[in-house]
């Protein structure tokens, strides 16, 4: 069974660049696409970008120009970076796999909470 | 963009009673883009529905999932002290970016 785990620091100076990685166990990161997904302190989910197994990204156009997103194979993992953070970035963060099958997100990890505070 | 709009904000119901949840597209979508996802507190959204329609493995059969065009409906019969949580739509489209709705929370009366 596939598992997703979050990594990353939890808090994140203003300006600077966000970096986290999701760890993929019990799979491959080439047989689905990767996505994160954010969610702010009592709001609603954002979907940020995610990469196939292909290569092929997609970003969401409000936060393309600060996302850089990538997969490392070797290692089962995938890595979002978000530059210039301000305190809107503060979120838990989510990576999630999606199935195609079913054209939505079916595996979830645990998230991770993210401060963007000086 | 197409936005989802979910109602009620928040919706107080007693256990045994029925939920019913809205989630209306801005424009019309095919349905079988259409998903839900249970999220109780501290914990990552579960999938629930997809297809408009499906349970996904393990949801239990109270839960049912109706609608079409730009209408969509989650149902939940005989209400469980574990269904107490937030309930989100969700759409895939080509164009990006994927979107969510903004959640209803089954809150207990």
């Known amino acids: 069974q596939v598992q997703l785990q979050e990594s990353g620091p939890g808090l994140v100076k203003p300006s600077e660049t966000l970096s986290l990685i999701c760890t993929v166990s019990g799979g491959s990161t080439s047989s689905f696409c990767l996505n994160w997904i954010r969610q702010p302190p009592g709001k609603g989910l954002e979907w940020i970008s995610y990469i196939c197994g292909s290569g092929n990204t997609n970003y969401n156009p409000s936060l393309k120009s600060r996302v850089t997103i990538s997969v490392d194979r070797s290692k089962s993992q995938s890595s979002l970076k978000l530059s210039s953070v301000t305190a809107t970035d503060t979120a838990v963060y989510y990576c999630?796999?999606?199935?195609?099958?079913?054209?939505?997100?079916?595996?979830w990890g645990q998230g991770t909470m993210v401060t963007a505070s000086s | 963009e197409i936005v989802l709009t979910q109602s009620p904000g928040t919706l107080s119901l007693s256990p045994g009673e029925r939920a019913t949840l809205s989630c209306r597209a801005s424009?019309?979508?095919?349905?079988?883009?259409l998903a839900w996802y249970q999220q109780r507190p501290g914990q990552a959204p579960r999938l629930l529905i997809y297809g408009a329609s499906t349970r996904a493995t393990g949801v239990p059969d109270r839960f049912s999932g109706s609608g079409s065009g730009t209408d969509f409906t989650l149902t939940i019969n005989r209400l469980e002290p574990e269904d107490f949580a937030v309930y989100s739509c969700?759409?895939?489209?080509?164009?990006?970016?994927?979107?969510f709705g903004g959640g209803t929370k089954v809150e207990i009366k």
């Open positions: 424009q019309s979508v095919n349905s079988k883009h």
């Open positions: 969700q759409h895939w489209d080509r164009s990006p970016p994927l979107t």
């Open positions: 999630a796999g999606w199935s195609e099958q079913k054209w939505a997100f079916d595996i």
